[in-house]
């Protein structure tokens, strides 16, 4: 505010009046729960300098996965439909559209829209069998904008269809209800071997050398383990892995679908199998037996607990994989992940280390690094994304939680420390703006307001951060500030981002305009330098 203030004093000794003093602070945010979303996917878009987050809710009535964008991973604006309108991109899906993400090819310019789906045909074509209760698989569409429309890449979900040859498929032993597995180890054991692998959750990842992976969640449905300590099968969702071939990356033209690489396409096929059957291979990244952390066991007895209506289960889901350096600077891969469910207290995020994306990968001793935390009334805290901020000095993990145990899920964007020990400092108080955002600029649509006396007249204004994305100036934590000089001039009404000025009588008066945002402690707090002064003259 003191180049404001300094214009201002200059302007207003001419003149013989004498200012009051402005206080401002620091810009900060705080994460205030107001955005509806879920298992959010963040994208820092440097051409607009706006976060895009992608989220399984908030779409409007008609579309798949809500899209919202901000300047700083806190004030966020919805943008109007959705990343995929029904009826016209992910078609092969009936349902359950989860886990977006978005992946930025800068060369190409196109936006490559991974997304995960249930079918409800040709699911024997799939899965094997017409009845396959969660037939889910991955969708990739494509758009020339983070704001879409996408569109599908090509018909049908991804060329992939990943087939477990060791797993006996006991839900064929079992009853109708399919929630009650064998009581004994030999007795799964008799049931038929192999079964194709529903996913969900993608997410791509780049490596330095160039190679492409897809990380993927196993889903619980039809993967009945043995458990040697509890002595009975528990339905669990692993994180697997595939490679991926580059030729969609690189296709100008955004038409090719991206297929896994060939050392994966028909991995597990027997030669007995007939012509024209597909069983591809995966790698085993993270499961609970190789690495056993007794937090992820929230829901091991949900059976016996609900009466039989929900299944014993464990959820290791919503993966994501960054590469950092050690202090010799040898890559580090890390990969944070979701377990338990997330209406359950013991729902959070843990990581896992390797010194290679496909491991193997050690989970955390620290485990879980993100968890509720009810002293700041902040519950379901988990499946987010990683990010950085505009000037790449420090990373976020934007993910969902409730303010309540009821509430639906919203967004939060919360500090990390990746390199080292893995950190999220979640937190509900007033911090500083991410490293980059700043400083804010303000600007009114017109230098010189010239009206009426006894009519209103005006100027839009708007506020943007040091990489040029407007803020919305309807959402309340933001808010402008404007006073007339002399206040016996006449009036002002700020309405979002315009602000009305009437004059009593013919005259000329001065109107100051500044940013504020709003504070943990529901306060408004000027904003350094995002102000701005605009003569106003009768006329």
Sequence with gaps: ??????????????????????????????????????DPF????????????????????????????SPDLATWEHLPGGALEAGKAGTWAHDWFWAPELYHNEKTGLYYFFYSGRMNRNVAEHFKYADFEEPSKVGVAVANSPAGPFRDVAPGPLDYHPFDPDYHDVNLIMDAAQKKPPATREEGQSAPLGTYIPFIDPNVFFDADGRIYLYFSRNAYRNWVWD??????????????????????????????????????DANLDPADPPGTRKDGFTPILNYGSDKQSWENAHVDDYAKTGGAKKDRRWAEGSTTVRTTDEHGKPVYRLTYSANNYENEHYGVGYATA?????????????????????????STGHGSITASPDGTEQFYVHHGRPSTTDNRRLYSSRMRVAGPLAIDLTTADQPLPAGVGPLGLRADERLLRVRPGVAG??????????????????????????????????????????????????????????????????????????????????
Aim: with cysteine.
């Design 42 to 69: 963040v994208h820092f878009d440097r051409a607009s300098g706006y976060y895009y987050a992608y989220s399984t809710e908030g779409a409007d009535p008609g579309y798949h996965f809500g899209i919202y964008r």
């Design 1 to 38: 505010m003191r180049k404001c203030v300094l214009l201002v004093v200059g302007l207003l000794l001419l003149a013989g009046v004498s200012p009051a003093a402005a206080v401002s602070k620091p810009p900060t945010y705080f994460n205030n729960a107001a955005t509806p979303g879920a």
């Design 355 to 379: 010194d290679s994306p496909l491991g193997p990968w050690r989970k955390s001793p620290a485990n879980p690094v993100l968890s509720q935390d009810p002293a700041q009334a902040v519950y």
């Design 228 to 265: 040697t300590d509890l002595g009975k099968y528990v339905e669990e969702s692993n994180i697997y892995a595939v490679e991926l071939t580059a030729d969609w990356w690189h296709d100008p033209a955004g038409r090719t679908k991206p297929s896994i690489a060939p050392s994966y396409r």
């Design 458 to 539: 005006g100027t839009g204004v708007t506020v943007r951060s040091a990489p040029g994305a407007a803020f919305d100036l309807a959402n309340p934590l933001n808010r402008l500030r404007a006073k007339l000089i002399p206040a016996t001039a006449g009036t002002v009404a700020v309405h979002g981002g315009r602000v009305e000025v009437t004059l009593h009588r013919p005259g000329a008066a001065l109107l100051e305009i500044g940013y504020q945002r709003l504070r943990a402690d529901n306060s408004y707090a000027d904003v350094p330098h995002a102000c701005t002064t605009v003569p106003v003259l009768s006329r």
